[in-house]
């Protein structure tokens, strides 16, 4: 009888906040987990404190650069097989437009949009041996904004988009699914050396319809619900995760 490989999945962004909290969830639910993340110090850091819940390696990259992207596989599955691929990195430069520099704009882009797509570009393989799926890690910033992200909400709206394109062009081997969260509080998420304590109001909670502000397991938990069998039928779908502040219609002076 033949004994199936372990299931496998890299989480890129993974030191520090939501991809930490994936991570985790990943490895309690019986995964082998790589943290795919540039920065070394995160990595090697939450590595080490995961390492109690099940198999975790730490790949440095940054994954804007195609170079390094292309050798991810041969690097995370070495024995040929991917389960799941969850796109989480990015990075936010918020300035007034006036401010924001091209440069500054592309490397937004560069590394929260083309950084999916070259991960999935690489590990597609991978992920088709195993009818394996990918999961982006977009936001609500995709749908409505704040001033000053326009980077940030064009990358992950682009985001959004490229989820949906990648469902029809890798399906039905591979399902690709998108998840947009809205205020999550990562605070207890961060590298040691930049950890604070986030004091959060009640009103901080009260303005979400669900009474509270999210937390990363709130998102760790739809990640391993999509990327299970139980989800088979779900692709191409962004999923809103932000208690319900999207839906609440706002009026500045009403009662």
Known sequence: ????????????????????????????????VTIAEIDREAGEETCRELAGLGPVTFLPIDVADPFAVAALGAAVAPEGGLNLLVNNAAIMVRKPLEELSPA????????????PFLCSRSLAPLLRARQGSIINIASTRALMSEPDTESYAASKGGLVALTHALALSLGPSVRVNCISPGWIDVSALAKHSQRQAQTLSAADHQQHPAGRVGCAEDIAALVLYLASPQA????????????????????????
């Open 1 to 32: 009888m033949k004994i199936l490989a372990k299931r496998s999945a890299v989480v890129t962004g993974a030191g520090q906040g939501i991809g930490r909290a994936i991570a985790a969830a990943l490895l309690t639910d019986g995964y082998k």
């Open 104 to 115: 500054e704009w592309q490397r937004v882009l560069d590394v929260n949009l083309s950084g």
């Open 232 to 255: 088979g039928f779900i692709t191409g779908q962004n999923f809103v995760v932000d208690g319900g502040m999207s839906k609440k219609m706002i009026y500045v002076g009403e009662d």
